[in-house]
């Protein structure tokens, strides 16, 4: 496609159920972050992925949170045992070349923990 | 001190005035520096990028970067109430080995008619 697309675009779950949300790449990108952001706040890193390894996971909140790039191009992120803090929008960039090229943005994934 | 920081507004700007963003970095190594548009309810837009020192100009908007006084600024012209969002700025850092965007918390303008 010709920008980033995330699914789904909401997702509403129960307190301790599991999701995965997903993010499928601008075609070429070599490289993927995943952000979060509560309402009103700014942006909060997540993950990072050149390729298929992922080099930064240092934003990962906790061990609940965990994702995966498969053949370099579409990535996952599961979040398990889901708790309310989590509800937020998951935001997905991609860029072409490593950290620090400009990224571009999908749409997102607004996240509801009940 | 962090490593990237934005006033958080609101900057409140009325119709057709320059609206002047700002944002200040802590790495004197940074060599790229971006500013988004971030729409409520929307994610973020990347509408401009400048590495060298000095103005650089598209259309409405003016990036300016002052690497020696480690802040870098967006101006918008005859600003419109369409410009009304959040602003971010992001600055390349190298961290562990690899460069990677830090984003400052964001600006939010409203332009009022």
Not at chain 1, 74 to 83: A, K
Not at chain 2, 32 to 45: L, T
Request: hydrophobic share 30%; net charge neutral; aromatic share 10%.
């Amino acid at each position: 496609g010709a920008g980033v697309s995330q699914s789904p675009s909401n997702k509403v779950t129960e307190k301790g159920k599991d999701v995965e949300l997903r993010c499928d790449p601008i075609s070429g990108h070599t490289a993927l972050y995943w952000y979060r952001q509560s309402l009103g706040q700014g942006l909060e890193f997540l993950i990072y992925f050149q390729g298929n390894s992922a080099p930064d996971k240092s934003g990962l909140p906790s061990d609940r949170f965990s994702a995966e790039r498969t053949g370099g191009s579409v990535s996952t992120l599961t979040i398990q045992r889901t708790q309310q803090e989590d509800s937020a929008v998951y935001l997905c960039a991609s860029s072409l070349g490593g950290g620090g090229s400009e990224q571009f943005f999908g749409p997102g994934t607004r996240l509801t923990v009940l | 001190q962090k490593e990237v920081e934005q006033n958080s507004g609101p900057l409140s700007v009325p119709e057709g005035a320059i609206a002047s963003l700002n944002c200040t970095y802590s790495d004197r190594g940074s060599q790229s520096f971006f500013w988004y548009r971030q729409y409520s309810g929307k994610s973020p837009e990347l509408i401009m990028f400048i590495y060298s020192n000095g103005d650089k100009e598209d259309g409405r908007f003016t990036a300016q970067l002052n690497k020696a006084s480690q802040y870098v600024s967006l101006l918008i012209r005859d600003s419109q109430p369409s410009d009304s969002a959040t602003y971010l700025c992001a600055v390349r850092v190298l961290s562990g080995g690899y460069n990677k965007l830090i984003f400052g918390a964001g600006t939010r303008l409203a332009v009022h008619p």
